[in-house]
């Protein structure tokens, strides 16, 4: 296998068990989390709650995705998604360097998307493609 294939799969499982992990935490209902998204949209507990569920579930099927068949307009969800869901702890209150500890679930959905390629043109078929 040639080193950009294997590059490629690194990034992939990395990117899947980032996802796949924080999809089973928000199934779990994660307390700080629910309260981050309470504090964030004044959201009433239950609502919370449903939203994070729905977000977890969103999670395992990018996981899933990433791990079957790469599509970059997933791929690039996933970077989008994994730098604000680290942007948010400093924004609730947490710590700046919890952001820096997070770079890494923005950066590989980031690296395995110029892997596979940035689209030349944004028609959607080379962002749903391979």
Do not use: C, Y
Request: no cysteine; proline share 5%; aromatic share 14%.
């Amino acid at each position: 296998m040639e080193n950009t294939k294997k590059i490629e799969w690194v990034l992939r499982l990395a990117v899947a068990g980032e996802f796949a992990g924080h999809g089973a935490f928000a199934l779990q209902g994660k307390e700080a989390w629910i309260d981050w998204i309470r504090q964030f949209t004044g959201a009433e507990i239950s609502t919370a709650t449903t939203l994070l569920m729905l977000v977890g579930l969103l999670d395992l099927l990018v996981a899933l995705v990433v791990l079957l068949r790469p599509i970059r307009a997933v791929v690039l969800w996933a970077a989008l998604w994994g730098f604000w869901t680290a942007l948010m702890r400093p924004i609730m209150g947490e710590p700046f360097w919890d952001f820096v500890e997070r770079w890494a679930n923005w950066g590989a959905p980031l690296a395995l998307l110029l892997l596979l390629g940035w689209p030349k043109n944004p028609k959607a078929k080379e962002w749903f493609g391979r």
